[in-house]
């Protein structure tokens, strides 16, 4: 199957939680850089057991499953599947916020980071897809 597969709607969140899913349950163990890229989002995101301002400049729609990413950044859920779909969550909300000009309000600082980690994460994800999930 290709990534066009998957079921559609306006909102790409059953997108990233399907590839996320089958990824994980055709053979996929943790990825390091699913691990560094949460280790980076706890540390950016979260303030002891909340969640600091950066947290809502991620602009969450109400069908992004911020929910799911909340859990998975505050260590209430630890399943692979939740942890890879929580990471692109972040990444696809990094994306939209850059592409519709949220981030540009204040001129891109502090995101290095984030889309340095977010362009290894995509790349290690479609080498994974091609791996454990393209083969259905």
């Excluded at 706890?42 to 859990?71: I, M, T």
């Excluded at 000009?101 to 091609?130: D, I, M, P, S």
Aim: aromatic letters at 10%.
């Amino acid at each position: 199957r290709d990534l066009h597969s998957f079921p559609t709607r306006r909102s790409s969140d059953l997108k990233i939680v399907a590839v996320a899913n089958e990824i994980i349950a055709n053979g996929a163990v943790q990825h390091d850089e699913v691990t560094a890229n949460l280790r980076h989002f706890r540390e950016r995101y979260v303030d002891g057991d909340g969640f600091n301002y950066q947290f809502e400049q991620l602009h969450f729609r109400r069908n992004d499953r911020q929910q799911l990413v909340a859990d998975v950044l505050l260590g209430k859920s630890d399943a692979p599947q939740d942890q890879l779909a929580a990471a692109l969550l972040i990444v696809f909300r990094l994306r939209n916020n850059l592409f519709h000009g949220l981030k540009w309000a204040y001129e891109l600082r502090g995101q290095q980071e984030n889309f340095r980690l977010a362009t290894e994460l995509l790349v290690a994800v479609c080498e994974l897809y091609e791996r454990f999930a393209a083969r259905l």
